[in-house]
């Protein structure tokens, strides 16, 4: 993921700490039921490089859906963006991992990139078509409009979210900064509006972009997308920092927390996932089972 990335000099003088929470946040996880659910995992699973040190040596590639499935619970789907998929194609993954496995799907960039959210029925029927052959296997849908879309393109996002079908989750990212430059540290209206029809906002924790960790929960769950840098020393200490923060809104309500681990080179995402699980479990009385390496002397970590 190049989302975010940085120099090695540069990584030496960002300021990682998290920012406080928002009112807003407050007022949203007083009013969740708490007993949080947690669902950790990677943003994809057909890493070769993994074979030997998470998967089993001589895995096919066919297999390594099934393998990933035994070690997260969850993937941050981020193969429908690039191709929406068929009903056929879903339900082949689906019989791949148990039945209490969750897939994050993006909405594909023909709707978010290329259309911009306007006039997407065809499109987005297709989609809703072939994700709902994953039952209760489909988590929520990640929204991630086009980085150009602003503000001034406000009304596209509200009409689009206002005709999706209402019993599907959503969580939405925005990437232009626009979005985060007013004072509360993110578009009021736009939150305002999410809060109302309990859609879900994305946090992005990556180092080039601290304006995305904005720290405003538009319901009493939590969606992050980290993005490391290759199992730097700060690597672990973000990971601290959101342990702290995590602990702090289970207390306050938080219902569900979503965490997707990214390294810049994916190669290393399973580590910083244990370390995270590992402090979880340490730190707020979690019991998660992390994913064990089969080669450790192969990692950094």
């Known amino acids: 993921m190049e989302f975010g990335k940085v120099t090695d000099d540069e990584l030496k003088h960002i300021d990682f700490k998290l920012p406080p929470d928002p009112p ?24 070769k490089d993994w074979v030997g040190k998470l998967y089993p040596k001589g895995t096919k590639e066919k297999d390594f859906l099934e393998y990933y499935a035994k070690l997260f619970n969850c993937i941050e789907f981020n193969a429908t963006f690039y191709k929406s ?57 990640f929204l991630m409009p086009n980085p150009q879309v602003s503000p001034k393109q406000l009304d596209s996002i509200e009409h689009f979210i206002e005709h999706f079908p209402k019993d599907v989750p959503m969580f939405l990212e925005l990437r232009h900064p626009e979005w985060y430059n007013q004072p509360e540290g993110y578009n009021m209206e736009l939150f305002d509006f999410l809060r109302k029809k309990k859609r879900g906002t994305i946090i992005t924790d990556a180092a080039g972009r601290r304006d995305c960790v904005h720290m405003h929960l538009s319901t009493p769950e939590c969606f992050i997308r980290f993005v490391g840098n290759s199992l730097h020393p700060t690597d672990y200490t973000r990971i601290d920092d959101w342990v702290k923060r995590i602990k702090k809104w289970m207390n306050a309500g938080l219902e569900t927390c979503y965490f997707f681990m990214h390294q810049h080179e994916e190669l290393h995402s399973p580590e910083l996932i244990k370390y995270l699980i590992e402090q979880l479990n340490k730190h707020c009385g979690t019991k998660l089972d992390a994913p064990e390496m089969l080669d450790q002397g192969a990692t950094l970590f």
């Open 24 to 47: 807003a946040t407050k007022e949203v996880l007083a009013k969740g039921k708490g007993n949080t659910r947690f669902y950790i995992g990677c943003a994809k699973w057909g890493r």
């Open 85 to 141: 998929p068929s009903p056929d194609q879903v339900l082949k993954w689906k019989a791949k991992v148990p039945k209490d496995f969750l897939f994050c799907p993006k909405f594909p960039q023909t709707v978010t990139h290329l259309k911009r959210l306007k006039n997407t029925d065809v499109e987005v029927g297709a989609f809703l078509e072939a994700i709902h052959e994953f039952k209760k296997n489909l988590g929520p849908i």
